[in-house]
């Protein structure tokens, strides 16, 4: 069995679903909050510059305040 390839060793590779092949992708197992660690912050960072646009369904759980939170964290 192979090691899980990680970006900036918090988000799985295989969590990161391209939409296509020039722009977009789906990153699937994080919920997003302003609790995240600086390292998973940085990953989405990461992955943003790299696909441009990223898509996190079924966050139902973050309200006005969570999402706020986590946009100042993004920056």
């Not at 679903?17 to 197992?29: C, D, N, W």
């Not at 995240?36 to 305040?65: M, T, W």
């Amino acid at each position: 069995m192979s090691n899980p390839v990680l970006v900036n060793r918090t988000i799985l590779d295989s969590d990161v679903v391209p939409l296509t092949s020039r722009v977009g992708a789906e990153i699937r197992g994080v919920r997003l909050g302003g609790d995240l660690s600086d390292a998973a912050i940085a990953a989405i960072n990461q992955l943003l510059l790299k696909h441009k646009v990223i898509f996190f369904r079924g966050q139902e759980h973050l309200d006005d305040a969570e999402q706020e939170l986590f946009a100042r964290r993004l920056g």
